[in-house]
């Protein structure tokens, strides 16, 4: 043990085996630096709170020292170094509600101090990061302490009872059912507060975590795996998978040469070394930063789980999920979810490059919008080069070309046609032709379009 100018206090050692050392601070102001307590950084921590005690332990082969901080809770949380201090400060007030309720839900459901550590928190990410004074007295330390004690007293409560609030630095936009995480999917486990939500806060530029990848050979594959999927052969494939509500891999069959074998995300994710197992193999189906990602932020991720990649097209972007898709036009500078009947049709139609082309407006109700038209279910979504309509007892059907124009040119939906029975169909002899509630429209290739009337 060294004083501030790296002499032994007192001139010699201090403790041993039998004799436990328990460290105080002599005046305000004075701190004491562990490098051995730093096991992040390696750089070390500072202490000024409290007292510290230093033992030894394990000395039946080799000694090993284990030092615990001995503080008041509110103390603890002080030294708390989860997030930066410059942060937002409702937002670092937020994490001090968190981790307040996490430390004492934790200490409360074990009940006393833990004998491997002797303690009733462990100060690194099996618990939380607690780094002392080196937070309290670093740039902006005096923000954080400042949120814990404008926060005092103010845990999570479910039920009458402080939960253990779990957090991360980043989710990927979607946090996880707790059972999916770490029970493989058994609902014995399921805890009514710790289930997966939208996380829309979590696309800025200054989070390093939304985008990321990790390429491997197949053989580096086969040989982390192997441990945990036994003797199978070369990797040459994944699937099925299940996936939880927020994407993550809940377990997935690993296919090799000589067989397969079925893993957790949690096993694949520490064999694999991944930084989550919210990840797709050999296809990248995230929903990137970009008008796309805003949207389905603003959303609250209703559109569900990503089931294609982003792709760009001309003028504009498209990506699917699993309730539908969100598209958009670079022209117009819009946005558009589409689903249900309307997102069918346009599938069926081909989409973003298909004959429509890109959306040049939102999903917009025909209800009084223009004379003669009282459906209140009834609407239309324009496109570059075309419309879908739609009306419960009529259908959901795409128009362009010639047809359209026609159809326009005598009323559209409030004409005498009605809304239209059918998308545009190609006549035999060539042009198109489609149906609709009172008649139908013939718009043969190099002849006047006919309109008739049931």
Partial sequence: MLDGDGNLVGGRTWGG????????????????????ADQIWGHGFSYARGVIDLDLYGCTAACRIRGVVQLGFEEYLYGLGEVPSSWPVEVLRAQAVAARSYAAATIRRQGGL??????????????????????????????WVGAVRDTRGRVVVYGGAIVQAFY?????????????????????????????????????TGNPWLNWQVTMS?????????????????????????????????????????????????????ALGLRDVRVWINVNRNVVPGAIRERYDALGCR??????RQRALTGGSEQLFSRGGIFHNDRVDLTVWLRGGVFDEYEAVGLGEGRLGLPVSKVASLAGAERGI?????????????????????????????????????GGPAGPLGFPTSRVRALP??????????????????????????
């Avoid at 085996?17 to 051995?36: C, H, K, M, N, S």
């Avoid at 979607?174 to 009514?192: F, K, L, M, Q, S």
């Avoid at 494939?237 to 090799?256: C, E």
């Fill in 303 to 308: 559109p569900g789980l990503p089931t294609s």
């Fill in 218 to 270: 197949a053989d580096q594959v086969t040989s982390r795996l192997r441990p945990s999927t036994g003797a199978i052969g070369r990797v040459v494939g994944f699937g099925p998978v299940r996936r939880g509500v927020s994407g993550r891999i809940v377990s997935v069959v690993v296919r090799g040469t000589d067989g397969r074998a079925t893993i957790s995300g949690s096993r694949l994710r520490a």
């Fill in 168 to 204: 991360a630095a980043s989710d990927g936009g979607h946090t996880e059912n707790v059972e999916d995480v770490w029970h493989g999917g058994n609902d014995a486990y399921r805890i009514p507060w710790l289930r997966g939500v939208c996380d829309p806060g979590e696309s800025t």
């Fill in 114 to 143: 833990r004998p491997g550590c002797d303690c009733h928190l462990t100060d690194g990410a099996g618990d939380q990061v607690y780094v002392g004074a080196s937070k309290e007295r670093s740039t902006d330390g005096d923000r």
């Fill in 374 to 410: 009282s459906c209140t279910r009834c609407g239309r979504v324009r496109f570059e080069r075309g419309v879908i309509f739609f009306k419960p007892t009529a259908g959901v059907h795409a128009l362009w070309g010639r047809v359209l124009t026609t159809y326009l040119d005598a």
């Fill in 17 to 36: 085996t039998t004799r436990r050392l328990f460290l105080t601070y002599e005046q305000d102001g004075a701190r004491v630096f562990i490098p051995e």
């Fill in 429 to 454: 002899s060539g042009g198109g032709t489609a149906t609709f509630e009172h008649g139908v429209i013939r718009c043969p290739t190099g002849q006047a379009c006919v309109v008739e009337r049931a």
